[in-house]
């Protein structure tokens, strides 16, 4: 079971990620909405698409930009669309 942590918070917990570059990409459903808050930071990369940024916050604390996703990803990373990933502090567990 995968677990992303932050600030002593389960932001996301699953046995079905997907592992790309290194990330692990939660399911969309796997991701506890509450403690991500949309981003206008996006990002290109030339065989995903266009990443969309979110700001984490839990407990009145805030990491900024610290989880992304693709919503509209190219052919080749369609298995990630909407999955979420996680860095900038964020424990990530497998």
Not at 33 to 60: M, N, Q
């Amino acid at each position: 079971m995968a677990k992303a942590i932050w600030n002593d918070q389960v932001i996301a917990e699953s046995d079905q990620v997907e592992l790309v570059e290194g990330n692990v990409y939660f399911p969309p459903d796997a991701v506890k909405r509450e403690f991500l808050k949309p981003s206008g930071t996006s990002t290109h990369c030339p065989w995903k698409g266009d990443a969309s940024y979110f700001t984490l916050i839990v407990d009145g604390k805030e990491n900024a930009d610290a989880a992304w996703h693709y919503p509209a990803p190219f052919d080749k990373a369609a298995h990630i669309k909407d999955h979420v990933a996680f860095w900038k502090g964020v424990v990530v567990e497998q």
